[in-house]
């Protein structure tokens, strides 16, 4: 989730896909979650088996969760749950240095309204790849029955601040939210992680237990849906509790973001700008909110 460096930004300037353009592909459902298990601890190995990538049921055929309410007439699996997804950044944001850059009061400091992100060396930006992450997994847990708010219309505005993206899932009254996005560290750096708010004697306080159960749920489907490892040079086990991101400081819903590898390594960078891959990310993370929203 770094900011982009110059050379990246002009070429956003000269070439729209790499700054914003949804991937090709179409968003398709993915399967229903895995029978819920017992609740996982920081210790889990998440052994059990991934699900597919791309496609509406599993490699033996099984139906999806909205298919099997309306065979059986029990409601969707997420029936009555309301989730916020905040797709990272945005397309358009470096056009916009004046608006991304004004500073937001985020309770434990000030920081900009929001920044670019960061890129793959080849120009596919984490704005991209979140919107589209995004749209996939607004489209699964829809399909199982949630009702679903994106934080951004497209990948082609500016904004919204990260104090906004807070009050979207607040004014929703989410019962889950979750902030999508990749980082960019060092090249021969590797592997995921999940934030979670602190306890900063704010209004994210009462919500930082659920979030610590939120983000445990999604960083064990994650590991076991894409393969990826725990990230070596954040946290540990993948897990990162922070208190100076204004979309956790500021939420009073259970929160997350998850950052879902670097887009500096290679190995992972092509991974994203797979659609397969991008599927299979979308249905991890549904299925990780999904055991924790039926917990």
Known sequence: MRALPATVLAACGLIASACGAPA????????????????SSESSKGSSTSTGASTGTSSTGTSTGAEQAATSGAAPALSGKVVVIDPGHNGGNHRDPKAVNRKVNVLT????????????????????????????????????????????????????????????????????????????????????????PRKIN???DPVVGD???????????????????YS??????????????????????????????????????????DPAFRQKIAVALANGLQHYLKT
């Open 109 to 196: 400091q000030w920081k900009a309204c929001d920044t670019t992100g960061t890129a793959t060396s080849g120009g596919y930006s984490e704005a991209a790849f979140t919107w589209d992450v995004s749209t996939r997994l607004a489209k699964i847990l829809k399909s199982r029955g949630a009702r679903v708010k994106l934080t951004r219309a497209g990948n082609d505005g500016v904004g919204p601040c990260i104090t906004e993206r807070a009050a979207i899932g607040n004014r929703a009254k989410a019962d889950a939210a979750i902030s999508v996005h990749a980082d960019g560290s060092a090249p021969a750096n590797h592997g995921f992680h999940v934030i979670m």
């Open 24 to 39: 090709s592909g179409g968003v398709t459902a993915g399967q229903a979650a895995p029978a819920a298990s017992s609740p």
């Open 202 to 204: 704010g209004p994210v």
């Open 232 to 273: 070596t040079y954040i946290g540990s086990r993948a897990l990162s509790f922070r208190d100076d991101l204004g979309g956790l400081n500021l939420s009073t819903v259970p929160k997350i973001f998850v950052e879902c590898g670097n887009m500096k390594n290679a190995a992972e960078a092509a991974k994203f700008q």
């Open 211 to 229: 979030s610590r159960a939120l983000g445990l749920a999604v960083r064990d489907s994650f590991r076991r849906g894409t393969g990826l490892p």
